[in-house]
């Protein structure tokens, strides 16, 4: 299996969310572009702030000695171990239309989501 960077990867442990496939193809599409940095990983997560208290980290980001990796749909990516209480669980898509564009978040540990649908409580 191949990680982002370009090297091989062990997955660590079975995945805590899934993408769907147009996500998928999004994702491979921004990391097909020219200045895409080939030594991140996609990494996903949560960080406090947003409406609602917490928002999503979905981005390419430098592998930290804490995170783990994983792999959903033929995609490694990686997350801080201590942010699977909150995204256990959750499918991200990609959202193409004429009224949305953008990744959205299906996340069953969420109590309430904001109105944008990036930020949440649990």
């Known amino acids: 299996m191949e990680a982002i960077a370009e090297s091989n990867t062990v997955v660590e442990a079975a995945s805590p969310l ?21 030594k991140n990983f996609l990494r996903i997560g949560v960080k406090g702030g947003g409406c609602s208290g917490l928002s999503y980290i979905l981005g ?23 942010h699977s209480i909150y995204l256990t669980g959750m499918e991200i898509h990609w959202e193409d239309g ?20 990036t930020s949440f409580a649990v």
């Open 18 to 38: 899934q993408f769907s496939e147009q996500a998928v193809k999004e994702i491979r599409r921004l990391m097909e572009e020219p200045n895409f940095d080939r």
């Open 60 to 82: 390419f980001d430098e592998k930290k000695e804490v995170d783990q990796e994983f792999e959903s749909n033929g995609l490694v990516f990686i997350m801080n171990p201590s």
């Open 98 to 117: 004429l009224n949305a564009r953008g990744f959205s978040f299906n996340n069953p540990n969420a109590s309430k989501t904001c109105g944008c649908g």
